[in-house]
């Protein structure tokens, strides 16, 4: 079987990382919430757009080092390639931030790829990962590499034209965001998507 991954909020979970590194920067008050909505909704409503929007390049760019993997991942990849699996990374974003310094995001997402061991001989192969500029590219990249799953946590991404015929796509909904959504097969973690796909 051929699967497909997204990389942000799929692999990448970023709970509490948008108040650590606004923390870091001066831009929240300490006693902010934690979420990445609750510190963008501060600082829009407080007339700082641009402030978030540099936020991001920050986070995407510098300090995936504060970013954990998604729990059951690594045990997801492992049982994958056990079972013989091929298994991609298809993601999207701009190479380097809207504003600010320009970091290059791609090269970090891989770098945090690599640093956990997830490319390499017990993860995704060194090619079979891509990181593409727009949804449409990346869609178009799924649809070349021929993916019969693809796991997002857009159901957005999942519905675009473009997808292989027959393609199963599997909605990522750890924090049950889009429970009203029945288009797709939904989970709400790794341990259940190794279930549904790999059985045990």
Not at 75 to 94: P, Q, W
Request: glycine content about 12%.
């Amino acid at each position: 079987m051929r699967i497909g991954i997204d990389f942000d909020n799929t692999i990448a979970c970023y709970d509490g990382v948008f108040h650590k590194a606004a923390l870091e920067r001066g831009l929240i008050p300490a006693d902010l919430g934690g979420s990445k909505n609750a510190v963008r909704d501060h600082l829009n409503g407080s007339g700082r757009k641009d402030d978030f929007t540099q936020l991001q390049g920050y986070v995407y760019g510098a300090r995936m080092d504060l970013v954990a993997p998604y729990a059951g991942f690594d045990a997801f990849l492992k049982a994958a390639n056990a079972a013989g699996h091929e298994l991609f990374i298809v993601s999207h974003k701009t190479r380097t931030p809207m504003m600010g310094p320009a970091y290059d995001m791609h090269q970090a997402a891989r770098g945090f790829l690599e640093a956990r061991g997830f490319i390499g001989d017990a993860g995704v192969r060194a090619g079979n990962a891509f990181f593409e500029l727009t949804k449409e590219e990346k869609v178009a990249r799924a649809a070349s590499l021929g993916v019969e799953v693809f796991i997002d946590d857009l159901p957005e991404i999942l519905s675009m034209t473009g997808f292989p015929a027959g393609m199963r796509g599997i909605l990522f909904d750890p924090d049950g965001h889009h429970a009203a959504i029945d288009r797709f097969e939904r989970h709400a973690s790794w341990g259940s998507i190794q279930s549904a796909l790999l059985g045990g």
